[in-house]
């Protein structure tokens, strides 16, 4: 007797230690997802918050006065921005702390300035008449600005807190509404935000009925045997194959195949200037739809497994065809299943950069890929895209040290659109899985 309770004391104690592994796993995972999304938030503040504007200068005068703000700070040295107001001198300055006495001191009159051809400027404000903006640069030399050409302009070291909050709304308004052109590396992300939206809903309208199909095939008319399991077998592999692969067949198949074929049969006056024979957002949409349709397959297969086979039967026995069952109850309640596929297959899509980079995305489009006449898209014009864009900026720009909180601002919004995509899926989820869960019982 006394044997079995401390054998089923330990049992216990086992499943206590199992119980707090697995709360343990869940804890680390929301955290690290919410770590991710703070170091989001923090290194995208220099992007949307007024930030102060400092003064450096050298106590021996063996290096010129310095004027701007702070893009990084290291234990070595302080990235600063201080503007275009001197076209000679670069907007980047790198102050290394070592071997230099620094003294630095935060002007209350520092004016942060936005001109609208020349970018950022910073100096110290003297006043404003009817028509210019008189400002001091850190060399002590006096400019007047017409405020015609100035988008706005304010004193960041003599800020309320209102009006640092009314400016950070509208620099989010502004980046997020806003599009640049090429090199405009202050400007906003609307056409890349457009073309990523646009293009996740294309994928997700050629995708969603291919992969059910395919799904509903193989589990319900295809045999059980050698090459049934084979092409199961195909298409969960497919699954694991690298992205760029994709784009490379995307643009053997699609770009040059399909393309090249309608260009030569319907648009053979203009020839050899393309049409459809060239990347654009049609095919880039057709390959993401390529890489997420196992995603798709598997997860609705397995939707339709989980149906009880009792279900079936009396659809049978109240004298539905396999056909009438299959649409006015099998599929229904394999919807749910559908919509876990739909999520994972935006959450891989709407991130991929590589297999867009040959089928259509670019670092500049000069008109977003909507239309105001039918069919409202622009299916064969090269779009911008967010995952892109990050990329673009972080690792090809000739700056991408000032642009390291405009990647971080892109990279935040990117998270948002998907999660926003996500959670569509997953509310529609929830209601069909409220509506059918009394079948599945």
Known sequence: MTQGLDKQGGIWRFDDAVMFFCAGALVLSLAGLLIMLVILLVQAKPQWSPMPVYYWSSERNDVEPVLGQVVVNTGAAIVVDQGVLQPSDPRILRLNKQGLQ??????????????????????????VDDSHLAMVDRRGLEHRLDLGEVDYWYLPNQLSAFESLSITIRNVMTFLGQGGGPGAGAQGVYPALVGTVVMVLLMTIFVMPLGVLAAIYLHEYAGEGYLTRLIRTGVHNLAAIPSVIYGVF??????????????????????????????????????????????????????????????????????????????????????????????????????EVAPLMLVGVVEYAPSLPLQA??????????????????????????????????????????????????????ALRHRLNRRYQDLLR
Do not use: C
């Open 102 to 127: 620094l003294v630095r001191t935060k002007p209350e009159r520092a004016v942060l300035v936005q001109h609208g051809t020349m970018g950022r400027m910073y100096g110290v404000y003297q006043g």
């Open 373 to 426: 006449e039918f069919p409202f898209l622009a299916l064969d014009q090269k779009f911008m895209h967010l995952g892109y864009q990050i990329y673009d900026l972080g690792f090809q720009s000739v700056d991408s040290t000032a642009a390291q909180a405009r990647v971080y601002a892109t990279a935040l919004v990117l998270f948002v659109i998907v999660v926003a995509l996500n959670g569509l899926a997953v």
């Open 250 to 351: 995307g643009l053997g198949l699609f770009v040059y195949g399909v393309g090249g074929e309608i260009d030569r049969v319907f648009y053979a006056n203009i020839l050899p200037t393309p049409t459809f024979g060239e990347p654009g957002l049609l095919w880039a949409s057709l390959t993401l739809a390529l890489l997420t349709l196992p995603v798709v397959i598997v997860a609705t297969e397995e939707g339709l497994a989980r149906i009880p086979r009792s279900i079936i039967e009396a659809s049978y026995a109240l004298g539905a065809t396999r056909a009438e069952t299959l649409l006015k109850l099998v599929v229904p309640l394999t919807a749910p299943a559908m919509m876990t596929g739909l999520i994972l297959a935006i959450a891989r899509a709407a991130g």
